[in-house]
């Protein structure tokens, strides 16, 4: 294995995974830290953790087990993943992982960039943009979790690391791979280690990652693997996909724009069941009971707690936002379980990071084939011989998405 990659939830490391696989490398997505050896053929390997809003202590300790794991299958690079709307808080949980990778590997400098144009995320003067609209006015900032209110990343990351923040504008980035070596430098002189670089087409990120060649840590959204295959001298590829035919189902728990915005459109066409935070939390509804309902429904149900920010903040306030979210994903989690298990369901779109997570974990999933790109950011994933999914980041996706989902899933596209 050449280079590892640590993922702070299961979706991202999906679409990391989808992205090196282009890129021509051999991938294997890992659900958590393996317990053994990593087959000899795997170039890349992505370990999917669920560490983005778990509290920060434990969120380092888990991704340096999984820096210990990749370092013995001989990885000469890591890339640590987050989200690329950069989901945190003033507490972590990206700079305290970047930090103790950091020290780990002893890299005196790390690239910072969730930028992914292809799903409209640029950063410019070290601001994060949602296509034209700054991070905090893009809908982010009603986050359930992890609400971000301040689009300028450096002075977000510089509340969660003990060290300096530098920057890397897009002027040098502009200027190629040469430049931005040369003003990574020129921050590190300066007493910088984590460093931001801008970046707003797909052409910066490709610059970038030959830029960061030899650095021993990478971190960013998906988008920053871009230009990484080709430093271990690999070529674009077809990825290969056998869709699955039988049933599918969505469970959706994600309340971004984009995400109800998804569900209307799909709730006008297919069946559609609303999941009242409440009456989860209350035990008045059950995971059997819309597990049930999915089952006995024709075409392609969806199930979905995707409500209103204003209706998730009166949940959260009412129960707590621990408790709130703990509950919801333990439910979508028993509700896959009970329709793959019982319900011989083969194909499965979830939305949402931390549904997505909580539903892998259920299923105790262990490591997932990379298969062909559904929208930017989200590819098929093959997770058995007889159970293909897909998951979704909230923000990611057309209106049409959970169609066109199924649609690729089973092959029909």
Not at 10 to 27: C, E, H, I, P, Q
Not at 178 to 196: N, P
Request: proline content about 7%; aromatic content about 6%.
């Amino acid at each position: 294995m050449r280079l590892g990659c640590i993922g702070d939830d299961f979706t991202g490391s999906s679409d990391l995974a989808n992205t090196l696989a282009k890129g021509g490398m051999r991938v294997v997505q890992y659900c958590g830290i393996p317990d053994g050896p990593a087959a000899q053929n795997v170039e890349a390997g992505v370990v999917a953790l669920k560490t983005r809003s778990i509290p920060a202590a434990e969120a380092v300790r888990q991704s340096l087990a999984a820096l210990d794991w990749l370092r013995a299958q001989g990885c000469e690079q890591i890339l640590f993943k987050y989200c690329s709307t950069f989901d945190s808080t003033p507490e972590g949980n990206i700079g305290p992982v970047a930090d103790a990778l950091a020290e780990a590997l002893d890299a005196p400098k790390v690239v910072v960039c969730p930028a992914f144009p292809g799903a409209g995320r640029s950063i410019y003067q070290g601001h994060l943009f949602v296509a034209d609209r700054l991070l905090n006015e893009s809908g982010m900032q009603n986050h359930p979790l992890t609400p971000m209110t301040d689009p300028d990343i450096r002075r977000w990351l510089a509340a969660q690391t003990s060290y300096s923040v530098g920057h890397v504008p897009a002027a040098d980035v502009f200027a190629g791979p040469g430049r931005i070596v040369e003003a990574l430098d020129a921050q590190h002189a300066k007493g910088h280690r984590l460093i931001v670089v801008d970046a707003l087409r797909d052409a910066d990120l490709v610059a970038i990652g030959r830029a960061a060649a030899d650095l021993p840590l990478i971190t960013g959204g998906s988008g920053i693997a871009i230009g990484l295959p080709a430093n271990f001298g690999c070529t674009p590829a077809p990825v290969p996909w056998q869709g699955q035919p039988g049933r599918g189902a969505i469970l959706s728990g994600s309340c971004s724009n984009a995400t109800r915005a998804q569900v209307a459109r799909h709730a006008a066409r297919h069946p559609a069941r609303e999941i009242p935070g409440a009456e989860v939390i209350e035990g008045r509804l059950s995971a059997a009971d819309i597990a049930d309902w999915i089952l006995a429904q024709d075409g392609l149900p969806l199930a979905y707690s995707s409500a209103d920010p204003a209706e998730v903040a009166r949940v959260q306030d009412r129960f707590g936002r621990e408790t709130a979210a703990t509950a919801l994903e333990g439910f979508f989690a028993e509700v896959a379980r009970r329709l793959v298990a019982g319900g011989g369901l083969t194909r499965l779109t979830i939305a949402g990071g931390e549904t997505s997570g909580a539903v892998i974990e259920g299923l105790a999933l262990n490591h997932l084939q990379i298969g062909p790109e559904i929208a930017p950011g989200v590819p098929a994933l093959r997770a058995g011989p007889d159970l293909v999914v897909a998951l979704k980041s909230g923000n990611f996706g057309a209106e049409d998405f959970f169609e066109k989902a199924d649609a690729v899933l089973s092959g029909g596209i």
